[in-house]
C-alpha cells in the first residue's frame, strides 16, 4: 500500500487539512520529509522550491538557523507548564510596543481560534449581534465564518458547510469584496446590530485580491458611523507586508486584529489585540469568556518571538523580500504579455497570485472565472520539474527571505516552460 493510501484508510481523505489533499488538481499529494531554506524534499528526495512557505508562516525561509537553536533550548526546558510564564509576556509587550494599533493581545493556538474569539469579544463589547463578512474572505473554519451568502446579497447568510445551523448563519452576512455600496446598504438595513465588520485587508483566500484606493478608509467610516468594531483578519497579512501589517501598510487603524501563521513561525499559533477597553471586557478582568490549555505554550512563544525579532531588528528585511518579489511578479506578467496567454496577476509585497482569467480580479465573482483544468495542469509541469505552488489556484504564492535571485530566475524559467 502507497503512504496515501494508508493515510486514506486513518485520515478522512488522508489529510489533516482539506487543501493538502491535491484534490482541486486532481494528483495524489506529495509526502514532505523535510525543509530547508527556499527548499522542501520530500520522502523519495526529490527537491522542490517552495512559493507555499506553509501557508505563510516561514517568511524566513525553512528551518531557520537561530529559531531552530532557541527552540531546541526551549524544549530542554518542558514543552509546557499550563502555569504563566515570562516567554508570553515578552511577547505581549514586544507585539504591543511595536504595534500601534494594540495595546492588549491574547495568545491562542490557531488563526480560526483568533478569529472566533474576536468575534465573540465584538460581540460582548458592542452588545450587538450581526457579523459582515466579504464572500471570498477565509477566517478559518469556526461555525459563523463558514458563510459565503448565496445569490441574494441583502438576505440573511446561508451557511457553507454541512453541519452549520441555520441559527448560526442568520447572524453572519456575507457580501461582495470591494464593494462599498453594499456594505453601506447592509449597515442601513441592520441599522443599529452590526457588532463587527472583519475583513482580511488583502484578500489572499480566494487568490490574492487587493482592496480597491479608499475601500478601507470607506469601511473604517462606516464602522464608525454606525458604532460597529473594525477587525482586520491579518493571518497572513500580518508582519508580512510591512512589519506592522495591512494596517500600517494601508494607514487604517483597526479596533481589533487578528494574528497566526507568521507569529508562529511554523508553531500553531494565534493571536487577538486592539484597544484596551475593548481587550479588558475579555476573562478574567471583563465578562467574555475565552481560555486555552496550550495557549502562550512556551515552544510557540521561542519560535513566534524570535521570528518577529529577527524580522524588527533586520530594517531592510522587508524592502529586500519586497523587492524581490516585484521582479518575480513584474517577469510572470511579462512572460504572460509575450505568450500572450488568458492569465493575470495580482500581487503587493511578497504575496501574489496567478490567475487563469485574462480580466483584473478584484473579487471572488472575477476569481472564480479562472480555469481551474489549466491551473491544475500547470500545477502538475510545476511540480514535475521541482517548483512547489499551492495545489489550488485560490491560493497566494508566498517569498521568503531565502527566495535570492538565483532562484527566483530558475523558477521563471520553469513558469514560462509551464505556462
Ligand atoms: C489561515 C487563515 C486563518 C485560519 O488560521 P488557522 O491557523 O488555519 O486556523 C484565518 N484567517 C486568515 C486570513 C487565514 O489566512
Given at each position: 500500500?502507497?503512504?496515501?493510501?494508508?493515510?486514506?484508510?486513518?485520515?478522512?481523505?488522508?489529510?489533516?487539512?482539506?487543501?493538502?489533499?491535491?484534490?482541486?488538481?486532481?494528483?495524489?499529494?506529495?509526502?514532505?520529509?523535510?525543509?530547508?531554506?527556499?527548499?522542501?524534499?520530500?520522502?523519495?528526495?526529490?527537491?522542490?522550491?517552495?512559493?507555499?512557505?506553509?501557508?505563510?508562516?516561514?517568511?524566513?525561509?525553512?528551518?531557520?538557523?537561530?529559531?531552530?537553536?532557541?527552540?531546541?533550548?526551549?524544549?530542554?526546558?518542558?514543552?509546557?507548564?499550563?502555569?504563566?510564564?515570562?516567554?508570553?509576556?515578552?511577547?505581549?509587550?514586544?507585539?504591543?510596543?511595536?504595534?500601534?494599533?494594540?495595546?492588549?493581545?491574547?495568545?491562542?493556538?490557531?488563526?480560526?481560534?483568533?478569529?472566533?474569539s474576536?468575534?465573540?469579544?465584538?460581540?460582548?463589547?458592542?452588545?450587538?449581534?450581526?457579523?459582515?463578512?466579504?464572500?471570498?474572505?477565509?477566517?478559518?473554519?469556526?461555525?459563523?465564518?463558514?458563510i459565503?451568502?448565496?445569490?441574494?446579497?441583502?438576505?440573511?447568510?446561508?451557511?457553507?458547510?454541512?453541519?452549520?445551523?441555520?441559527?448560526?448563519?442568520?447572524d453572519?452576512?456575507?457580501?461582495?469584496?470591494n464593494?462599498?455600496?453594499?456594505?453601506e446598504?447592509?449597515?442601513?438595513?441592520?441599522?443599529?446590530?452590526?457588532?463587527?465588520?472583519?475583513l482580511?485587508?488583502?484578500?489572499?483566500?480566494?487568490?490574492?485580491?487587493?482592496?480597491?484606493?479608499?475601500?478601507?478608509?470607506?469601511?473604517?467610516?462606516?464602522?464608525?458611523?454606525?458604532?460597529?468594531?473594525?477587525?482586520?483578519?491579518?493571518?497572513?497579512?500580518?508582519?508580512?507586508?510591512?512589519?506592522?501589517?495591512?494596517?500600517?501598510?494601508?494607514?487604517?487603524?483597526?479596533?481589533?486584529?487578528?494574528?497566526?501563521?507568521?507569529?508562529?513561525?511554523?508553531?500553531?499559533?494565534?493571536?487577538?489585540?486592539?484597544?484596551?477597553?475593548?481587550?479588558?471586557?475579555?476573562?478574567p478582568?471583563?465578562?467574555?469568556?475565552?481560555?486555552?490549555?496550550?495557549?502562550?505554550?512556551?515552544?510557540?512563544?521561542?519560535?513566534?518571538?524570535?521570528?518577529?525579532k529577527?524580522?524588527?531588528?533586520?530594517?531592510?528585511?522587508?524592502?529586500?523580500?519586497?523587492?524581490?518579489?516585484?521582479?518575480?511578479?513584474?517577469?510572470?506578467?511579462?512572460?504572460?504579455?509575450?505568450?500572450?496567454?488568458?492569465?493575470?496577476?495580482?500581487?503587493?509585497?511578497?504575496?501574489?497570485?496567478?490567475?487563469?482569467?485574462?480580466?483584473?480580479?478584484?473579487?471572488?465573482?472575477?476569481?472564480?472565472?479562472?480555469?481551474?483544468?489549466?491551473?491544475?495542469?500547470?500545477?502538475?509541469?510545476?511540480?514535475?520539474?521541482?517548483?512547489?505552488?499551492?495545489?489550488?489556484?485560490?491560493?497566494?504564492?508566498?517569498?521568503?527571505?531565502?527566495?535570492?535571485?538565483?532562484?527566483?530566475?530558475?523558477?521563471?524559467?520553469?513558469?514560462?516552460?509551464?505556462?
Amino acid at each position: 500500500m502507497s503512504i496515501f493510501e494508508i493515510a486514506n484508510k486513518y485520515i478522512p481523505g488522508g489529510v489533516n487539512s482539506p487543501v493538502r489533499a491535491f484534490k482541486a488538481v486532481d494528483l495524489e499529494p506529495i509526502f514532505i520529509d523535510r525543509a530547508d531554506k527556499a527548499y522542501l524534499y520530500d520522502i523519495n528526495g526529490k527537491e522542490y522550491i517552495d512559493y507555499v512557505c506553509s501557508w505563510g508562516p516561514m517568511i524566513l525561509g525553512h528551518n531557520n538557523e537561530e529559531i531552530r537553536k532557541n527552540v531546541i533550548k526551549a524544549c530542554e526546558k518542558g514543552l509546557s507548564y499550563g502555569a504563566t510564564t515570562k516567554l508570553e509576556v515578552d511577547m505581549a509587550q514586544f507585539i504591543c510596543e511595536n504595534i500601534e494599533h494594540i495595546d492588549k493581545i491574547r495568545m491562542v493556538n490557531s488563526g480560526t481560534e483568533a478569529v472566533m474569539s474576536a468575534i465573540r469579544l465584538a460581540r460582548g463589547y458592542t452588545g450587538k449581534e450581526k457579523v459582515i463578512k466579504f464572500d471570498g474572505c477565509y477566517h478559518g473554519h469556526s461555525d459563523s465564518m463558514l458563510i459565503q451568502a448565496g445569490s441574494g446579497l441583502m438576505t440573511e447568510g446561508i451557511p457553507d458547510s454541512n453541519g452549520v445551523t441555520k441559527n448560526c448563519a442568520i447572524d453572519t452576512i456575507s457580501i461582495p469584496y470591494n464593494d462599498l455600496d453594499t456594505l453601506e446598504e447592509v449597515f442601513n438595513k441592520h441599522k443599529d446590530n452590526i457588532a463587527c465588520v472583519i475583513l482580511e485587508p488583502v484578500a489572499a483566500n480566494m487568490g490574492v485580491v487587493l482592496p480597491k484606493d479608499g475601500y478601507l478608509k470607506g469601511i473604517r467610516e462606516l464602522c464608525d458611523k454606525h458604532k460597529s468594531l473594525l477587525i482586520f483578519d491579518e493571518v497572513i497579512t500580518g508582519f508580512r507586508l510591512c512589519f506592522g501589517g495591512a494596517a500600517k501598510y494601508f494607514n487604517i487603524k483597526p479596533d481589533l486584529v487578528t494574528y497566526g501563521k507568521i507569529i508562529g513561525a511554523g508553531m500553531p499559533v494565534g493571536a487577538y489585540g486592539g484597544k484596551k477597553e475593548i481587550m479588558d471586557m475579555i476573562a478574567p478582568s471583563g465578562s467574555v469568556y475565552q481560555a486555552g490549555t496550550l495557549s502562550g505554550n512556551p515552544i510557540a512563544m521561542t519560535a513566534g518571538l524570535t521570528q518577529l525579532k529577527i524580522l524588527k531588528e533586520n530594517e531592510n528585511i522587508y524592502d529586500d523580500i519586497n523587492n524581490i518579489s516585484k521582479y518575480f511578479f513584474d517577469n510572470i506578467n511579462d512572460i504572460i504579455k509575450r505568450k500572450n496567454l488568458d492569465c493575470s496577476i495580482n500581487y503587493i509585497g511578497s504575496l501574489g497570485s496567478l490567475f487563469f482569467t485574462k480580466d483584473k480580479v478584484t473579487d471572488y465573482v472575477l476569481a472564480k472565472k479562472s480555469d481551474t483544468k489549466k491551473y491544475a495542469s500547470y500545477f502538475k509541469n510545476m511540480l514535475d520539474k521541482g517548483v512547489y505552488i499551492a495545489p489550488a489556484q485560490f491560493e497566494a504564492m508566498f517569498i521568503s527571505k531565502e527566495h535570492n535571485k538565483n532562484i527566483i530566475d530558475k523558477t521563471l524559467n520553469i513558469i514560462e516552460e509551464s505556462l
